[in-house]
């Protein structure tokens, strides 16, 4: 799977790891490499050389040590070299080597710190080498790697970029749109508000009423219209306009009732995108 980070996250991982890496130990292979390459004809020159004359030194102490010739005291002399200690951490720190070492690490670390800096794609990976990933700039947009909106969700964002919409009635909610499993399970179109019989009813939107009727499984039920968008009020009480009305958001239309297929009073409020329902909850908060 991709990553994405902002700019501010790649510059910080940038400095994180120039400084885990100015701290890191030295057998990093990276350096190594770096320090083998750089230094390689000076090594090469200096361990030919030592070898000699180690190996001159060492026949010279075989001979004499084997020689009935040799005194006692030259043969004490040879033992007391031989046995002298050596402190190697001290001679590799005043020939200079570790100066070097840590100057190649440093070296090193800024680079792969300029790199991620200058290179958008470039992050640290988990083992410590550099991966390319996906920047997604701060501000711009993630829809290239989210998933394509539902038609439902689609219609609810055209709903809300292109006309305003209110509640048309507080109460408690009993059923909300979807699913609903009664004696006989069906996708309720609608969102349902319970209220007292009476409490008025306001249009969430401004339109032409469409239809105010009182027949069918609704009941007394009124449907507005603005372009491709309409909302529809059911199982009113009372209706309050006419058919064909021209209706400002906000106007009291109707009183909740218990008309049509209704168990108590309530209102069932729908929100239709030409012939498709959209949730409520998509758009408003109830």
């Known amino acids: 799977m991709e990553k994405a980070i902002t700019v501010e996250d790649r510059i910080r991982r940038a400095e994180e790891i120039y400084y885990r890496r100015h701290n ?69 720190e005043e020939t200079g080597l570790q100066s070097m070492i840590e100057g190649l690490q440093n070296k090193k670390t800024r680079s792969d710190a300029k790199e991620i800096i200058e290179n958008p794609n470039i992050v640290e990976s988990v083992g410590g080498g550099l991966e390319e990933v996906e920047l997604v700039e701060e501000g711009s947009s993630l829809e290239e790697s989210q998933e394509p909106l539902s038609q439902m969700e689609q219609d609810a964002e055209y ?12 109460g408690v909610i009993t059923s909300r749109f979807g ?81 049509g297929n209704s168990t108590g009073p309530h209102l069932h409020f729908e929100i239709i995108v030409e012939d498709r329902y959209v949730d409520p909850d998509l758009i408003l908060s109830f």
């Open 179 to 259: 699913l609903r499993e009664d004696v006989q399970p069906y996708s309720h179109t609608g969102i349902d508000i319970a209220a007292n019989t009476g409490t008025t009813i306001i249009a969430a939107i401004d339109g032409v009423a469409s239809v105010v009727s009182t027949e069918g499984g609704y009941g007394k039920h009124i449907k507005i219209v603005n372009g491709s968008i309409s909302t529809l009020y059911a199982h009113c009480n009372d209706l309050y306009i006419k058919e064909g009305d021209y209706i400002s958001q906000g106007q009291t239309i109707a009183e909740v009732g218990s008309t």
């Open 24 to 92: 890191q130990v030295l057998n990093n292979s990276a350096i190594k490499q770096d320090i083998v390459s750089t230094s390689k004809h000076k090594i090469v020159k200096k361990v030919t050389i030592q070898a000699f004359i180690a190996a001159c030194v060492f026949t010279s102490i075989f001979i004499a040590l084997n020689n009935e010739k040799c005194s006692e005291t030259v043969k004490q002399n040879i033992n007391y070299v031989l046995s002298y200690n050596i402190d190697f951490q001290k001679l590799y």
């Open 159 to 170: 709903i809300k970029k292109n006309i305003s919409i209110i509640k048309p009635l507080t």
